[in-house]
């Protein structure tokens, strides 16, 4: 995951903040993760983003990983990217 978010930055140098928008894939609800550059790899706010094991990744809400922290890799999973926007 890490490598993958490394390379949505290298293509976009100039952005300093990513937003990813998708459905969190427990609740469907829009979820927006900003993911920003720190000095010890990336920062995430507005939700948490897993890898699958099919190399895609699931979303979830704050509120949904709150009540459950553990993901369901038979729930739909996106590709890297087929969302994101760059700011």
Do not use: H, W
Not at 18 to 26: M, R, T
Request: hydrophobic share 25%.
């Amino acid at each position: 995951m890490i490598e993958i978010l490394r390379k949505l930055f290298e293509a976009n140098p100039e952005k300093s903040t990513i937003k990813l928008k998708d459905k969190c894939s427990d609740c469907g609800c829009e979820t927006t993760l900003e993911i920003t550059t720190t000095s010890g790899g990336f920062g995430l706010q507005g939700g948490v983003l897993f890898k699958s094991s099919t190399d895609k990744y699931i979303v979830k809400c704050p509120d949904c990983i709150e009540a459950n922290p553990k993901i369901d890799e038979i729930k739909k999973t996106n590709s890297i990217g087929r969302k994101s926007e760059q700011e």
